[in-house]
Each structure stands twice: as C-alpha cells, then as structure tokens.
C-alpha cells in the first residue's frame, strides 16, 4: 500500500496559517439562520478556479471567472452566501456582485477585483444586496480561526451536514496544511453539481501549476460525482495559497514537492466529494464505482458516470436489489465500444464481496449474501472490462422517495 505523505487534522478552511473565517445571518434564510460567509487571507492569495460548465452562469461565476483572467490577480477575500444563487438576474444580478465585492473591499483595503463573491440557493430571485451589505461589517468584526464552524454552516443549503476536512503534509521541512469546506446536496451531476466548495493552503505554490493541478483534480473528483444528473448554474470550486508556511516555491520543477502536495490536495477534494454525495437530497445510500481495465482513460471516465447518474441504478440500490442488469445496461447505453463477453461485474463493501457477472456470465450468485450486502450504507460497483489498462472512479448516491418531497417542496 502507498503511504500516505499528509495527516488528517482539525481546522477546516483556517487550518492553513494567515486564513480567518466568519458566519452570519442576514435574513435570506428563515428562522435567523446563517446564511453567508466571509474567508479573508492575512496576506494576498493566489487563486485557481473551476466553475460550472452549465451555458447559464451565474453573476458571481462571472465576476469570479474575469477576476481569474487577470494577469498575476491575487486574492483577499471571499464572500459566500445561501438561499439565493443570483442567476438569471440580469445586468441588475452583475451590479449587485460588483456592489458586494467593493464592500468588502473597503474594509480590507484592497481593489474588489481581490475579492472572490459566490452565491447558492434559489435561481431567479433578486438579490437582497442591502441587507447582505449591511451585514459585511459584523462579518469582519467576527472573523477567526474558529469562525470556520459558523461559515461551513452558513453556505448550506438543503446539506444535512456541514462538509469540512484538513490536512498537513511536511514540504523541504516545512509544514504545509491545506483545508476546505463544502455546501452540496443536490442537483450534483458529473460536470460539476450545486456545490461550492473553497479550498486553503498555507503553501508558497506557482500559480498556474495550481491551477494546472486544480483542473486535473476537478476532473477525477467534481465531475466524477452524481446525485440526480442535474447540472447547476453556481458551481465553484476555488483554492486559495497564501505562502505563510514558507516553503520553497512549488513548481512542476520540483517533482518530490509537487507530487506530495498534488496527492494531498487530491485527497482534500475527494473527501469533499464523498462527503457531498453522503449528504445528497433523500439518500439512504452511498454508492462507489470503480471501472478497470478500459480501454482508455476517458472511456473509463464514461463508463463510471453513467452507473453513478442512472437513475435506475440508484433506485435499485434504495431498494437494495441485485439488479446487475441496471448496471450493465447503463454502460451500454454510453456509445463506449467494448464487448460485453469481457465484463465482470462485483457488488461489495465490509460485509462482504459478491460476483455478479463473470467474463459475461451470470453467476448463481447467493441472494441473501447480496441482500446482506446492499443493506449496508455503503456499497462499491466494481467492473472490470476485461480489455485495457485504465480506470477511474465515479461517486453517487442512492434515489429515494424523499428526494422527490424535498425537490417538490423547494420554494416552498
């Protein structure tokens, strides 16, 4: 087994040294609820950013996309709030970004173009600016390390669950930590989902090999997700390195230090991916996919998201059913060539393994092994194609009849 080069910590997004955080409640959410967030960097950030691929965007993914274009643009701060995602607003929905930005620029001193602004929660609504100006300045006053807890609140939206994770990871003898936190549960579909998430590091890192390594990560993780096969209008990924842990520049140059960080922002953003579609809307279920041996990587890719977005897989998973079938057709349908004479198929988790399909046969497979098996709350989908080398893992979550009452009920 590979060892691990980084250590889970506590500490969420202020884990990473210079970076503070805040939570409020400025009345977008009912019942006094918090719902906007402030992260703010002792010192300038540089940025890298990966939003959704949705031809609708909303107003803060536009402002955050031209800010990212700027040559050698570094960032102060960001500011994120739920319960209105600011799209489909119009010229009035890009006024009232560039209004939030210079806000909180005031009170750090630096050019709005420094400040990142996201927004999650109902699509179409406008903007209450004036009470989300109106709020900046206890944002501010209220921001610490410990401030974290209140901000990962704050960005949810139908989450269960804060998603929050850590880690440290020694760099030239320097001790590097990296941290994040997440809203997302539903409309998660491969090519991003209704998620934001924002990532921190204390690392003295080369900014285009972040974002170099940003948009490799996002493609084995992000898009590699799926709750309902919806695509949002909001979707933000973003990650912000400080320098304060004072280590030497990572470069593609230095390959022992970039692969150690790379492995390490890998796992920040895959655990915020797991922890997503733990969270999704009604499940009852986890699902893991993992497809080997394809013929290529992007085929791979291809064949795991469409067990993860099938509908009727995840129905049968709620309904904890052996139906391999849903399985084998979902792959089928994607236009990926391959023969269905070298396919096997699994079901397994800490119960247990089963074997379903074996080189294109059917198994007399033990029902109530695989009924003990799909009981559990975690079950990994493991097929092997049986004609290449490559592989890839997708992330999702079972369909239950609570997810049709909360989307049913959303506005309401």
């Not at 890192?205 to 209008?233: E, F, H, P, R």
């Not at 150690?260 to 733990?278: E, G, Q, R």
């Not at 809307?281 to 893991?288: P, S």
């Not at 975690?378 to 909360?406: F, R």
């Amino acid at each position: 087994m590979k060892e691990k080069k980084y250590r889970i910590i506590s500490g969420g997004v202020t884990a990473p040294k210079g970076f503070k955080a805040s939570g409020a409640a400025t009345g977008l959410k009912p019942n006094n609820q918090l719902d906007i967030a402030l992260i703010e960097s002792d010192v300038e950030a540089v940025p890298a950013i990966v939003t959704t691929q949705n031809a609708v965007k909303a107003a803060p993914v536009l402002w955050d996309n031209q800010i990212v274009k700027k040559d050698k643009q570094k960032i102060k701060a960001v500011l994120v709030n739920s319960g209105n995602a600011n799209a489909c607003t119009g010229e009035q929905g890009l006024l009232d970004v560039k209004t939030e930005a210079e806000c909180v620029s005031q009170h750090f001193n630096c050019d709005p173009n420094q400040v990142f602004i996201s927004s999650t929660g109902v699509i179409g609504v406008p903007l209450p600016i004036k009470e989300i100006t109106d709020t900046v300045p206890t944002l501010v006053q209220n921001l610490s390390i410990d401030g974290q807890s209140d901000a990962s609140r704050a960005i949810l939206t139908t989450d269960l669950v804060p998603k929050t994770v850590a880690v440290e990871i020694e760099i030239g003898g320097k001790t590097v930590h990296i941290g994040a936190m997440a809203k997302g549960s539903g409309m998660i579909c491969p090519n991003m989902a209704t998620m934001l998430s924002f990532v921190t590091t204390d690392a003295d890192i080369d900014q285009a090999c972040l974002q170099k390594m940003l948009s490799v990560i996002a493609m084995d993780t992000y898009n590699m997700m799926s709750v309902d096969g919806d695509m949002s209008t909001n979707d933000t990924v973003l990650v912000l390195a400080n320098g304060m842990a004072g280590n030497e520049k990572i470069t593609e140059a230095n390959i022992d230090a970039y692969t150690k960080f790379f492995d390490a922002l890998y796992f920040v953003n895959a655990s915020i991916v797991k922890s997503i579609v733990k969270d999704g809307e009604g499940a009852t279920k986890y699902i893991e996919v993992h497809v080997n041996n394809a013929d290529s990587r992007g085929d791979a890719r291809i064949l795991a998201k469409a067990v993860v977005n099938s509908n009727l897989v995840k129905t049968a998973i709620f309904g904890e059913d052996a139906n391999w079938g849903r399985v084998l057709s979902s792959i089928g349908a994607t236009g990926v060539k391959f023969s269905p004479n070298t396919v096997s198929l699994t079901f397994s988790n800490s119960v247990g393994s089963i074997l379903l399909l074996d080189h294109g046969k059917p198994t007399s497979f033990d029902e109530k092994q695989a009924s003990d098996i799909l009981k559990q709350k975690e079950i990994i989908i493991n097929i092997d194609m049986g004609e290449g080398i490559y592989k890839a893992t997708a992330w999702g979550c079972d369909l239950s009849y609570d997810y049709v009452k909360i989307n049913a009920e959303y506005r309401t």
